[in-house]
């Protein structure tokens, strides 16, 4: 019986034809996302690319978030958001099929995946504030926050066995083809935004044009001092804690001199936390700024018990434990600003989680990873603890007030 309340509230948002559309659509199209970067960053290898250039593929394609998410949010706000997520979707699923039959022809150079590379950031900008916006659509405000976490239920889970499966596609059809199925779970996505009952769909006032209005964003999250402490929150633990593809490799390779199959391994580990928290985040009420600040600490207590492992077992548990406290975390902070965002200000809000949350990307990537190379890899989880554990501490003793009463 508890196991049948479990799952009815653990996954409450699916009864909501509209959520439940474009959660399977999610589910095939964050699989073939996976799948199409695995292929990009091994067709930049195959092309003779280094290191440098992997990183700068990466960087092509988060740089955009901090020069267009805040535009984002605004357009969000005065425009239809299932029409734009259908304009950025077709858009994208364009980008991968292009690219597909550039590596199926032979033709393709370093050049155009950094090209592609930064039109998809481009289209992310736009794409992930107006999903997240989208979301208190879908499901509205009674099953926002269960949404949220099902969402990341979603990446996770893909994240954790998309890479495998890229992998193995690779093996079998060649890097095109991964392409080409990644541009084809576009159309599921586009099919299911389609289908959707637009009466169905929760709907607030949309903002009027007039100038000034990122700006407006700005100072909507400042004067709301709950909002503006979940921003920093949220701010800190990406830039310092979620940089895992820089740190994991070096963890694996230096700190335990293993190979390639058991990064994968905890790769795989991290993964599987990151679900396992997403699945404990769905079951949960409406998140409080107080349990954002507690899971912060957690986040930044796992990273420092990851960095003093003293052999692999422990490490590969600390790992997991990471990834739990890492999704239920990043789940809390979004169902926050999903459940306090004003009406007419979700879309710049949202933005600005998201810039936060992914923006800081090619911030924190190469502050961390120069820790790590020049104090040691333990040494580099320990310093990017810190930050972490810092904010969080100075959230419940300097502003306790504001914790107890949101």
Request: proline residues 3%.
């Amino acid at each position: 019986m508890r196991l049948v309340q479990w799952r009815r509230q653990t996954f409450r948002a699916l009864q909501v034809r509209n959520y439940r559309l474009f959660f399977v659509g999610q589910v095939i199209s964050r699989s073939g996302w996976w799948i199409q970067m695995v292929a990009e960053n091994w067709l930049v290898v195959d092309l003779g690319g280094s290191g440098l250039v992997l990183g700068i593929t990466s960087a092509l394609q988060f740089a955009p978030l901090l020069l267009f998410s805040a535009y984002a949010g605004v357009l969000v706000d005065r425009r239809d958001t299932r029409k734009l997520l259908i304009a950025t979707q077709c858009a994208s699923g364009l980008l991968a099929l292009i690219i597909g039959l550039l590596a199926l022809t032979g033709v393709v150079q370093i050049w155009m995946i950094w090209l592609a590379a930064f039109l998809l950031g481009c289209l992310n900008a736009f794409e992930i504030p107006a999903r997240e916006a989208f979301t208190m659509e879908l499901a509205g405000p009674a099953h926002v926050t269960n949404a949220v976490a099902l969402n990341n239920v979603v990446r996770n889970s893909s994240r954790a066995f998309g890479p495998a499966l890229g992998g193995w596609l690779i093996s079998w059809a060649g890097i095109g083809a991964c392409f080409l199925l990644n541009a084809a779970s576009y159309a599921v996505v586009i099919a299911a935004l389609y289908r959707l009952n637009p009466s169905a769909l929760y709907e607030e006032r949309a903002a009027p044009h007039r100038r000034g209005q990122i700006r407006e964003g700005w100072r909507y999250v400042w004067r709301h001092l709950t909002l503006r402490t979940a921003l920093l929150i949220t701010a800190v633990a990406a830039t310092f804690c979620t940089n895992f593809i820089v740190l994991l490799p070096l963890y694996i390779s230096q700190t335990f001199q293993k190979d390639a199959e058991v990064y994968g391994l905890i790769m795989s580990c991290l993964g599987i936390g990151m679900l396992m928290g997403s699945l404990m985040a769905a079951s949960w009420t409406a998140p409080t700024l107080k349990r954002v600040a507690g899971l912060a600490l957690c986040f930044g207590l796992a990273h420092a018990v990851v960095g003093v492992a003293p052999n692999l077992v422990t490490g590969f548990l600390a790992i997991a434990i990471m990834g739990c406290a890492s999704s239920m975390c990043l789940t809390c902070c979004a169902g926050y600003f999903q459940l306090h965002a004003g009406e007419s200000m979700r879309g710049r809000v949202m933005a600005l989680y998201t810039l936060a949350y992914l923006g800081t990307a090619p911030i924190g990537g190469p502050l961390v990873g120069w820790l790590a190379q020049s104090m040691g890899v333990r040494a580099g989880f320990m310093m990017a603890a810190l930050p972490c554990v810092a904010v969080s501490g100075f959230v419940f003793l300097a502003r306790r007030q504001v914790v107890d009463r949101a």
